[in-house]
């Protein structure tokens, strides 16, 4: 028996047994508990393994009385339903996690609705994809939460977690409850903010048992409601060509920061300061 085949034999065994305790140790997380989900499932999965992965870097809050839930589907006024991809309910605060497996470099600001993936094409040329803000996209999915808690006062954290297969080149975030980072740096990230106690165990356990029935839709559920999101993002490219009535410049969707409209979107024109011009999102 060659010394070659006895190493090949002996990396084998090593990476069953290692595959051996990640599945065992998949199936007794609360990932597993609530989704589902096979672990291969998961494995082969760029969106579930990303889900996972954000509960894998935090799942040590578990032990502080945390608890955690995925694909969170919370009904909206129109009867449609907005995706939370993971939900940390901690005695800190609420954290919602938007997770986005994108690779190459990332372009966006907070105030724009659409952000930009760049890739390396042939020839060096550029291959650019444009992507929903993931940050107004977190803020729908937290107007529902507080709604559905019933929390207008309590502190919710939006979490936007890209791969470590991107880089960010030009990210500009101006809110301090929006924590932008990638999957390695998830941890740490969020650590600064976990050393303050709003909610009690009790308040943790009973926002929890709100929303794990969210958690647990059908198959057929689950498919109306990517219909009904392919539809949404399509009308939003249509409407990303809107133009200004009063100077001619593009209309960009926006926002709006304050007042009794807060967490509201609208259209306003690109020109301002120099055109104030405004209209509501239909």
């Keep these: 028996m060659s010394i070659v085949f006895i190493i090949f034999l002996a990396c084998i065994i090593l990476y069953c047994i290692h595959s051996a305790r990640e599945v065992d140790n998949y199936n007794k997380s609360q990932y597993r508990k609530i989704t589902k989900n096979s672990f291969w499932d998961v494995e082969f999965d760029k969106g579930k393994n990303g889900e996972y992965k954000i509960y894998k870097s935090l799942f040590r809050y578990e032990m502080d009385g945390a608890s955690f839930l995925f694909n969170c589907y919370l009904p909206m006024e129109n009867k449609e339903t907005t995706e939370i991809d993971a939900i940390m309910i901690h005695h800190s605060g609420i954290y919602v996690f938007e997770s986005k497996n994108y690779g190459g470099w990332i372009f966006g600001n907070e105030r724009n609705a659409w952000w930009t993936q760049s890739l390396l094409g042939e020839g060096y040329s550029a291959q650019k994809e444009r992507f929903y803000n993931p940050v107004w996209q977190n803020r729908t999915h937290i107007k529902y939460l507080r709604k559905k808690l019933g929390l207008f006062d309590g502190k919710i954290y939006s979490v936007i977690v890209f791969s470590d297969r991107c880089e960010f080149k030009d990210v500009t975030i101006f809110s301090d409850d929006v924590i932008l980072t990638q999957q390695f740096q998830l941890a740490a990230s969020i650590q600064k903010y976990t050393n303050k106690t709003i909610f009690n165990q009790e308040k943790i356990n009973k926002y929890y048992d709100l929303l794990y029935p969210y958690t647990q ?52 024109c690109s020109n301002y300061s120099k055109c104030r011009y405004t209209e509501n999102k239909q």
Excluded: D
Excluded at 227 to 232: F, G, S, V, Y
Excluded at 239 to 265: D, I, T, Y
């Design 217 to 268: 839709l059908t198959e057929e559920q689950k498919q109306e409601h990517i219909k009904n999101l392919q539809e949404r993002m399509n009308l939003r490219r249509l409407q990303q060509n809107k133009v200004c009535p009063r100077c001619g410049s593009k209309l960009v969707l926006r926002v709006a920061k304050k007042g009794a409209l807060a967490g509201h979107e609208f259209y306003g």
